[in-house]
Antibody
């Protein structure tokens, strides 16, 4: 069974940085692409970033491009999101999300396993 | 970016009765491979979202067969044949055709 555990959230001042981590288990991490999706308080879902299984492809939402960096360490079964120049509007629960289909390439469909989320609060 | 519009925003339902949610995209989600890249997700109260339907009509593993997805191009529908109390929550559609994947605003399903 796919198991995803996010960590690294917390309270940070505007302009600050945080690094989110996601520990994956229950599947062959190195063969699946991964995503980060966030949800602001009381709001809907917003996709943030995608990374392919071999890190060849990375995509970002316009709202975070240039400030956030997605990465992964397949040897450690871990996904990361480095968040710099944080803004109040980045306040949200951040979910680590597994993609349904394994293999290389870019696919956004079938986000079939979600972590419990980690909360990021950007406030002075 | 592709804009996803769901209706209704809120849907009161009676257990045992059918329910339907509509999702419309600003561009066709039909790929050259013949698939329409539209997913449905449910976020139950206090929980993380879960995948219900992918690529228009494929039920995810463990999803009851009372859930079905249909549609093609720009118009899609999620149907629940007989609503159960455990089906309450917010339903989201998401286009997966191109980056950035975008979600609809959500439909809140609650028991009457």
């Amino acid at each position: 069974e796919v198991h995803l555990v996010e960590s690294g959230g917390g309270l940070v001042k505007p302009g600050g940085s945080l690094r989110l981590s996601c520990a994956a288990s229950g599947f062959t991490f190195s063969t699946y692409s991964m995503n980060w999706v966030r949800q602001a308080p009381g709001k809907g879902l917003e996709w943030v970033s995608f990374i392919s299984s071999d890190s060849s492809y990375m995509y970002y939402a316009d709202s975070v491009r240039g400030r956030f960096t997605i990465s992964r360490d397949n040897a450690k079964d871990s996904l990361y999101l480095q968040m710099n120049s944080l803004r109040a509007e980045d306040t949200a629960v951040y979910y680590c999300v597994h993609a349904l289909v394994s293999g290389a390439g870019v696919r956004f469909y079938g986000m079939d396993a979600w972590g419990q989320g980690t909360t990021v609060t950007v406030s002075s | 970016d592709i804009v996803m519009t769901q209706s209704p925003l809120s849907l009161p339902v009676t257990p045992g009765e059918p329910a339907s949610i509509s999702c419309r995209s600003s561009q066709s989600l039909l790929h050259s491979d013949g698939n329409s890249y539209l997913d449905w997700y449910l976020q139950k109260p206090g929980q993380s979202p879960q995948l219900l339907i992918y690529v228009g009509s494929h039920r995810a593993s463990g999803v009851p067969d009372r859930f079905s997805g249909s549609g093609s191009g720009t118009d899609f529908t999620l149907k629940i044949s007989r609503v159960e109390a455990e089906d309450v929550g917010v339903y989201y559609c998401m286009q997966a055709l191109q980056a950035p994947p975008t979600f609809g605003g959500g439909t809140k399903v609650e028991i009457k």
